[in-house]
Structures are given as C-alpha cells and as structure tokens.
C-alpha cells in the first residue's frame, strides 16, 4: 500500500487520498475500455451487430480467410461462443466457412459481399471514432496509451501466471 | 488509415504491416484488459465470487457505506445488474444494505464482518498480482500505462461522445 502511494505520488498525481480500487491496474483497465467503447458500442448494436460479432467482422475485413482459433483470439472469445457466432453469422449471410483446400480438417472464415458492404461502413466509424478519442489524449500522459497497452500485451504475452 | 500507420510508425514500433484490428485503441484496450485480468478473476472465482461481487467487495473495502449508484459506477455494472448482485451478496451474509439515517429514502450499503474477512484476503491477493504485472512492465512503455488510462478516463469523465 505505502509503495503504492509513493509510487503514484511520484508520478504528480493526487492519489493520496485514494483507495485501493480508484488505482488498481485492472480497474483502470476494465474501467477504459467500459468508457471508451461505449460509444462505438451503440453504433455497432445500431447496425444490427452485437460486440463480439463486430470484432469479426472487423478481423475479417484484415485476414480474410481466417481461422476460428485466430478470430477466437483477436475478437476476445472462448472458442466455442466464438464458433456459435460464426455460425450465426453464416445464417445471416456475413460470412461463410470452408475447409482450407491444403488440409481439410482446417475450416477457414472468408466475408461474403454483405459481410464486406457492412465492414466497409462499420470500420471507417470506428476509425473515426478512435480518431476523436486519440485527439482528446493528445498533448498529455494519454498519448503514451497505445504504446504502453502494447507493452503490456507483448509482456503477457505466453506468458504464464506473473505470480508464476 | 494513412494517418493512423504513420503516427504509429512515428512511434518507433513495426505496425506498418499490421491490419486494422491489432493498432484499434478500443481492441487493446479490451485485450489488455482481458489478458491482464484473467489469472487473477479465476482466483476470485476460486474464492467464490463472480467478477462483479468482487469489485463490489473491493469498492465496499475502500468506501464502507457506499451508495448503490457509486458502487455501479465503480464495479462498472449496470445499476440493475448490481441491484440483483447487491441483493445476492446481502443474502450469503457478506454484505448489509441500510437506509441513510440523513436521508432514509438514500441506501446505503456495509460490508459485515464475514465480508470484511472476504476483502481482507483478496485485496492484498489483488495487490500481489498487481505488483508482479507491474514488475514485468517496469523500464518500458508499459510503466506509463496507470497515467496513460487515468488520463483516458479524466477525459472521457462526464464528456459526451468525442463525435460530438
């Protein structure tokens, strides 16, 4: 705790007088992405699409012909809620699987005309709306934002427990 | 597109090859989070508490006799959801909600002493698990992630959508 706050203190800001949850790093983190995407959200769920079938739509739009394991990865799914939505998506014409013609048991998921119609108009809002919210942390601590997520994700990367 | 691959290049980092989805503020904001908070949410599972009940018993630790509105805010839940959540947890006994005595029609909510024990075990775990994804984050971009998000969420407090 005394490290804690000394540490924080030292960065100039006011956390002093906090608590625990106000500078805990998973707080902070689940709180950012609640806050940030809520707006996009709305969006999304306006063009008829829920979160996770947004996420790939838009990992389809950059690798076309995907496998699930990957989309599972990239669009924050277990793997079997991940294949349920694809399938859901097949219904609706977004996209469709097919065996990979170099090893059959692998299924690979390509964008149909509509699934691509729709990403061409869902990633450019989304583009515009990260747009606005990099342009709200320019010029202070928030700049370094993007930088330091990465870090962290290239830190976890494979990584087991921190705790071992 | 153009602007986005440029500032990240500017950045000092490999993004010029990447797609949309891996250099998306609101993707590594949820995988960070995601990723981050894995290891320790399957402690608090083992503990016995949903993801929401714990940050519920962390916000209780640090502000005893928050109101409902508060703790949904900081549990980042709904406040319906957290009303059935806050109901749950007054049932298994780690938690006693009371009128304000200033303003009876204000509800005001108190650990009891099985909750106090609860939090007095996973806090300290929460802060172990923070310190050691700190550690592996120290000397790089990654120290700057606790101001960067902090800086994210003073400018997304109380704004409306950065579209406008």
């Known amino acids: 705790m005394t490290q804690q706050r000394t540490e924080t203190a030292t960065n100039g800001d006011t956390a002093q007088d906090e608590g625990f949850v106000s500078d805990y790093l998973l707080y902070l983190l689940a709180a950012a992405s609640d806050v940030a995407s809520a707006q996009f959200h709305s969006q999304v769920r306006k063009a008829g699409l829920r979160v996770p079938e947004w996420r790939v739509l838009a990992c389809l739009s950059d690798t076309d ?3 699930i394991t990957q989309l599972a990865r990239q669009a924050l799914a277990e793997q079997s809620r991940l294949t349920r ?6 219904k609706r014409g977004l996209l469709i699987r097919r065996s990979d013609p170099a090893d059959g048991r692998r299924v690979r998921v390509y964008l149909t005309d509509a699934g691509r119609a729709l990403a061409a108009e869902l990633v450019p809002q989304a583009r515009r709306h990260e747009a606005a919210l990099m342009e709200m942390l320019k010029g202070n601590e928030g700049a370094q934002l993007k930088p330091a997520l990465k ?3 290239a830190a976890l990367d494979g990584s087991a ?4």
Do not use: F
């Open 65 to 67: 012909g995907a496998m």
């Open 85 to 90: 939505i694809i399938a859901q998506m097949e």
């Open 151 to 153: 870090s962290l994700l």
């Open 161 to 164: 427990d921190p705790q071992g």
